[in-house]
């Protein structure tokens, strides 16, 4: 089960530690998948890329409480990305850069039991880009 109390607490260790992991986070993306960073030609001063962060944070604290938005949010911007050229597996290097940028900066703080929420996040977040018909959330589970 996803523990969202863990997952906030890890993101609040995170930010007090780093102002901006954008770069870091984008660096590990860029890392995984190279053929990503063309598509951020344009972003020169990074503010496409916080934006983005940024709204990932926002989702990311909405699925692990309310739920409101975040799953179809993923499912959305699944679809939209497509037409930039971006596969769906991308998103889950991009959730999985995010977990370890937060892992790192926690550093030597990091428990076991941080492990496997955002494991589990992962797997949940994951679950909802490789299934962008908003019609498969009745299928969660």
């Known amino acids: 089960m996803l523990d ?13 530690r780093c102002a901006d992991p954008t770069p870091l986070v984008y660096a590990r993306l860029f890392a995984a998948h190279p053929d990503m960073e063309a598509l951020f030609i344009r972003d020169t001063d990074g503010s496409v890329r ?3 962060l940024t709204r990932v944070f926002e989702m990311i604290l909405d699925f692990v409480d309310r739920r409101a938005y ?6 959305c911007e ?6 930039y050229g971006v596969p769906p597996t ?16 926690i550093a030597d703080d990091w428990t076991p039991t941080m492990s496997e929420a ?3 996040l992962l797997i ?3 679950w909802f880009a490789d299934h ?3 019609m498969a959330p009745a299928a969660f589970g």
Do not use: K, Y
Request: net charge negative.
């Open 90 to 105: 991308v998103f889950g290097a991009f959730f999985a850069s995010v977990a370890d940028t937060v892992r790192g900066l």
């Open 4 to 16: 969202g109390a863990v997952i906030s607490q890890t993101l609040d260790l995170a930010g007090e």
């Open 78 to 83: 699944v679809v939209t990305h497509e037409g």
């Open 124 to 126: 949940d977040l994951n």
């Open 70 to 75: 975040g799953a179809q949010l993923i499912q």
């Open 50 to 52: 916080g934006e983005m």
């Open 118 to 120: 955002w494991r589990t």
């Open 132 to 134: 962008p018909d908003q």
